[in-house]
């Protein structure tokens, strides 16, 4: 069932309005909309069987309104408008978990609440209510509610999350645009929203690894030399790595030699690491992004014959990447229910193969600014490139941190850091705890000049829970970082 959280209540004009969009709207009482004090409300939309449908949200004032009858009186100006609004449905006259007291009011279209007075409507004087059914709406799980206030502040341009656990979504938030109205057309952002996940991949290309080599009987301890393409001339420390060392970014790669390309990764393996092996960890984009050349010759190695079969031909770039693509696909998106995915920005919305425009990346409140578009990263890709959403990445870490599909169990430990003293596992990093439970995370950031593409994903251990978030957009001068401010809100409401 698709829902929207980041919806409010005005406190000036009783009305509830969508507080997830570039402003808060004009307000019936002047200015913009006041959500002080207010809670947060999700709602229903595109969902025609669980109430009345025909409620919008309008362009200019973010306020809810009913279409059924008119186009009602918008504060803005004129009438509402409604030309990208998904068609909400609420529930009326029935009893349940929500707030009820929710009135429409004839005059304008808009749904006030009736608990705290008539209110101010846009129409003139105050709402009328008269002869309306009592609609109830929804109230947001406190912790996600204090996501979604975190991202509208932080990241206003351009945020979608979700939190869920081994089983079931608890909640979910998105603000702000997939491309704004100077790069047409103007669209807002949604959970199904697919773009360049950035260092997130990471976590994906070890858990591909891991199964492959899993499916091949092979240790992480295993030396990833017989796996380069066969005419590269390797340095005598490279020929020393094993898998565990690049999925734990201690190659010695610095960053002079820290390239993703196919050429700069075989000159830096040839030139060999300028720092020791095996000892400090240094994380560099190299060590992953060099899976993406490994794995397919990984996947064609026999384990009987212990033969490497692969041939990639006149053009190993193209053929290696394609390849690696094909497995994570195979391996780790499949059997985690996420439909086909690549590294290219026009593999956004879901269901592909069709191409859709891409989601592109902002400045921090810069609505004239034109967007940018990190294009097709197939031949990066590995350390940064996926393609994916919210919804995408929270399937994924559902399948692989809660079953053994993809990795077995004693794999999955060493992802998470085993035994590890300073907390780099394989892919996953291990954080400070939470309220008495043990915290992995990773994050990802890509940035274009003031433009970038931001976000992380927790996993609570003790309680089973997820977070995935993504922007798209720069975030707030001078704000505090928005991952530490979740991790306290999960402090604050569960510790």
């Known amino acids: 069932m698709p829902t929207q959280i980041g919806w409010r209540y005005c406190q000036q004009c ?46 200019k004032c973010h306020a809810l309104n009913y279409t059924g009858v008119s186009g009602g009186v918008c504060p803005a100006s004129g009438q509402h408008d409604f030309a990208t609004s998904y068609e909400y449905t609420l529930a009326a006259n029935v009893a349940g978990v929500g707030q009820n007291n929710w009135r429409y009011c004839t005059k304008c279209q808009g749904l006030a609440f009736a ?20 609609y109830r709406l929804a109230v947001t799980e406190p912790f996600t509610a204090k996501i979604a206030a975190i991202m509208q502040e932080n990241a206003p341009d351009g ?24 790069d047409p057309p103007e669209t807002p952002a949604t959970l199904e929203d697919r773009l360049n996940i950035a260092s997130l991949s990471k976590t994906l290309t070890a858990a591909a690894v891991l199964s492959t080599l899993q499916a091949k009987n092979l240790s992480p301890n295993t030396l990833v030399t017989p796996f380069y393409p066969p005419d590269w001339t390797l340095h005598a420390q490279v020929k020393k790595l094993t898998f565990r060392d690049f999925l734990t970014h201690r190659t010695g790669f610095n960053e002079a030699t820290d390239r993703s390309d196919y050429a700069g990764i075989q000159q830096s393996m040839h030139q060999g690491p300028p720092n020791p092996i095996q000892a400090t960890y240094e994380y560099r984009n190299i060590n992953f992004a060099a899976m993406r050349l490994v794995l397919p010759y990984l996947h064609s190695y026999n384990r009987f014959t212990h033969q490497v079969t692969l041939q990639a031909g006149s053009k190993p770039a193209e053929t290696l990447a394609k390849a690696y693509i094909a497995i994570v696909n195979q391996r780790v998106l499949a059997p985690s229910g996420v439909g086909t995915a690549g590294c290219d920005s026009k593999t956004l919305t879901q269901p592909p193969p069709q191409p859709s425009l891409p989601v592109l990346l902002y400045e921090y409140q810069q609505p004239a600014q034109q967007g940018v578009d990190l294009g097709d990263q197939t031949l990066y890709c590995g350390a940064q490139g996926w393609s994916l959403s919210v919804v ?21 430990a060493l992802m998470l850091g085993g035994s590890a003293a300073d907390g780099h596992g394989l892919g996953i990093n291990r954080d400070a705890p939470l309220a008495g439970s043990d915290v992995y995370s990773h994050g990802a950031w890509i940035p274009v000049g003031n433009a970038q593409v931001a976000g992380w994903f927790l996993y609570i251990q003790a309680p089973k829970l997820i977070v995935v978030a993504l922007s798209n957009a720069g975030h707030k001068p001078g704000a505090l970082n928005w991952f530490d401010r979740v991790k306290q809100a999960y402090t604050e409401v569960y510790g």
Not at 34 to 57: A, C, M, V
Not at 117 to 134: K, L, N, R
Not at 162 to 172: A, P
Request: charged share 15%.
């Open 14 to 59: 009783q009305e509830v309005f969508y507080a997830g969009a570039s402003s808060f709207g004009s307000c019936a009482a002047g200015g913009h909309h006041d959500p002080k004090g207010s809670w947060f409300y999700t709602l229903i939309f595109d969902e025609p069987q669980n109430g009345q449908r025909g409620w919008k949200h309008c362009n």
């Open 392 to 412: 995408d990445y929270a399937q994924f870490l559902q399948t692989l941190l809660f079953t053994e599909i993809i990795v077995s169990e004693k794999h999955r």
């Open 159 to 182: 945020f979608r999350f979700v939190v869920c656990t081994d089983t079931q979504m608890l909640g979910s938030g998105v603000g702000g645009f997939s491309r704004r109205t100077v």
């Open 115 to 134: 608990g705290f007075g008539p209110g101010v409507c846009p129409a003139g004087g105050s709402h009328d209510v008269t002869g309306s059914w009592d």
